[in-house]
């Protein structure tokens, strides 16, 4: 089995920053790509950003230029550094983990910023 758990979200203000961290582990075999998805109320989950095995990067337009990701290989441990953040940013933050047998996801973890 695989477990991957999420930390870090919480209630900020307007131009703050928060830091989200996902680890996976158990019977993992070769991480693939790592990222995070996210769901604000009354809306579909849209791809946030997302890290491949070679480090290569995508965001979706609305968080360039404010969010970071990165990820521990040794660690199976990837990070979201989300700043500058914007009320429109509130959502439930999803982790998700690739690997050769399929994809695996945390339990979701809220972020609400404060106008």
């Known amino acids: 089995q695989v477990q991957v758990v999420e930390s870090g979200g919480g209630l900020v203000q307007v131009g703050g920053s928060l830091r989200l961290s996902c680890a996976a582990s158990?019977?993992?075999?070769?991480?693939?790509?790592m990222g995070w998805y996210r769901q604000a109320p009354g809306k579909q989950r849209e791809l946030v950003a997302r890290?491949?095995?070679?480090?290569?990067?995508n965001y979706v337009d609305s968080v360039k230029g404010r969010f970071t990701i990165s990820r521990d290989n040794g660690q199976n441990t990837v990070y979201l550094q989300m700043n500058s953040l914007k009320p429109e940013d509130t959502a439930v933050y999803y982790c998700?983990?690739?690997?050769?047998?399929?994809?695996?996801w945390g339990q979701g973890t809220q972020v609400t910023v404060s106008s």
């Open positions: 998700f983990i690739r690997d050769a047998l399929g994809d695996y």
């Open positions: 890290i491949d095995r070679l480090g290569w990067t």
């Open positions: 158990g019977s993992i075999f070769s991480i693939d790509a």
